[in-house]
């Protein structure tokens, strides 16, 4: 099979596997805001900040370290498993200072006990999964891969189903359901809904671990740490830019309001979700091909050549959905009480399009070990997040979030290009890339803030830039299809 047909295969199929979960959560958002109140999908909200903010902390890049050293050295064994008794080491240990600190963290977070209990074992079961999970990519086993992700999605819709909203109907006709069913337990019930979904993922992973042998070699640990602990520090910062928003407006804004406000934000913010998802599937496909090609005949023209499809699509995604985004709004948050906050939704997509870039414009960094630009970079985008949300939430409350989100992602996918040009120049068509991005910009605001709902000139716009790529990329495109065929 032709190297970009094999990646466009595994980029589809990983794309099913992320974009199912992800799109689950879009899915959930008018059911979620059809039942409960903005202040408890608020309160949902807020919880999973700390979550995705630990889920970093505790794998601590380990999964990339994995990708680079299982590519990188002979005995692929060795690093599987030394890496996976590395998580089980530090999982086993986060899950024991938890619970021995619970009445310290539960106060911090001011996250409900029975909460807080579920969310610390569903962190350990998650993070147990990572390197299984790593090993069935890196091994091209994307099928095992999505049908375990699909699986863990249906178990978790399921039960978001059962006991959110057939339950209550349910209870008084069959007694039996009493034991189970507690009256304003709405967001209990999503994290038990999570908390199965994870324990069935990891029995379905075991397999994996009946194989596991102890053989943990120290010295590739430490390289593989020296390697990874740049990554977290990313990673951490990753989490702020992405969560660290509802953090913020849940300590600024008034105690009376801040739950209801980010409960309004969090739902309209779902809808730039759509990049998200693509980005993620990209990522998930790409990232074993950039490291298994790292040291191929001409790498950097392919990492170039899929930059800029990666934008075309993005692109293009970014306009559809604003053409379309009255549709969106209503199919997806049909309470008109939570499109108060439908101004950010074009700031977060074309933020979530340039944390897409970023993480193409970063291949740099990974491929040569110097991942402590990563972090720098990071790190950059995590200080400007807290300073403008410090600064522009007391002004302007959320739409200050999501302007900071917005400036975050886009500094860090142009200092990872500047800087990356000096230690591993990658040719990028960045003539057409700055053409398409501002063209699909131009006409989304257009279509979003002055021709909003005008069916017509929206799909004009459409028709306008697919031209454009269609003229620009034409002869390219056959030439790469014709590369694989004769390549089979």
Not at 231 to 251: C, H, K, P, Q, Y
Not at 405 to 424: C, E, N, W
Request: aromatic content about 18%; proline content about 3%.
């Amino acid at each position: 099979m032709g190297v970009y047909k094999q990646l466009f295969q595994n980029t589809f199929l990983y794309g099913v596997a992320s974009v199912v979960p992800r799109m689950l959560s879009v899915i959930l958002v008018p059911f979620y805001t059809g039942i409960l109140a903005n202040t408890s999908f608020g309160e949902y909200s807020i919880v999973f900040a700390y979550f995705v903010i630990f889920n970093v902390i505790l794998t601590y890049g380990m999964e990339t370290a994995f990708f680079r050293f299982y590519n990188k050295e002979r005995d692929k064994a060795k690093v599987t498993q030394t890496a996976n008794w590395s998580i089980i080491f530090t999982t086993v240990a986060f899950v024991c200072i938890g619970f021995l600190l619970f009445e310290q963290i539960q106060s911090f977070t001011q996250i409900k006990a029975k909460i807080l209990q579920l969310v610390i074992w569903i962190l350990a079961f998650d993070v147990l999964a990572i390197i299984p999970f790593a090993w069935l990519r890196a091994n091209n086993k994307p099928l095992q891969f999505t049908v375990i992700k699909i699986i863990n999605v249906s178990i978790n819709l399921g039960l978001n189903v059962f006991l959110i909203y057939l339950l209550p109907k349910l209870v008084g006709r069959y007694l039996f359901l009493e034991a189970i069913y507690i009256p304003n337990y709405e967001v209990e019930y999503i994290f038990w809904s999570l908390f199965v979904a994870s324990t069935t993922t990891l029995l379905l992973l075991s397999g994996f671990f009946r194989k596991l042998k102890w053989s943990f070699d120290k010295q590739l640990w430490k390289s593989m740490m020296k390697y990874a602990l740049p990554i977290l520090v990313a990673g951490v910062a990753f989490s702020i830019n992405e969560v660290m928003d509802r953090l913020l407006l849940e300590r600024i804004l008034p105690a009376n309001i801040a739950k209801e406000q980010i409960g309004i934000y969090s739902a309209c913010y779902k809808l730039g979700m759509f990049i998200t998802l693509f980005a993620t599937a990209f990522r998930l496909g790409i990232e074993p091909f950039f490291f298994s090609h790292a040291s191929s005949k001409n790498p950097k023209k392919a990492y170039a050549l899929i930059t800029k499809y990666f934008l075309i699509v993005g692109a293009a995604i970014l306009l559809v959905v604003l053409v379309f985004i009255d549709p969106l709004k209503k199919l997806i948050i049909r309470d008109e009480s939570y499109w108060e906050a439908m101004q950010i939704v074009p700031i977060i997509l074309v933020a979530n399009l340039f944390l897409g870039m970023y993480h193409n414009f970063s291949v740099w960094y990974k491929v040569t070990d110097k991942t402590k630009y990563g972090a720098y970079i990071s790190s950059f985008g995590a200080i400007s997040t807290i300073v403008l949300n410090l600064w522009l939430i007391p002004k302007i409350g959320y739409v200050g979030s999501a302007i900071a989100t917005l400036f975050a992602y886009a500094s860090m996918a142009v200092l990872s290009y500047f800087i990356g040009k000096k230690h591993y120049a990658v040719p990028y068509a960045m003539g057409k890339i700055i053409t398409y991005l501002s063209v699909s910009i131009l006409f989304s605001v257009l279509s979003f803030y002055v021709f909003s709902g005008n069916y017509y000139i929206g799909i004009g716009f459409i028709l306008v830039f697919s031209s454009l790529v269609y003229v620009f990329e034409k002869q390219e495109i056959i030439h790469i299809f014709k590369m694989d065929k004769n390549e089979n």
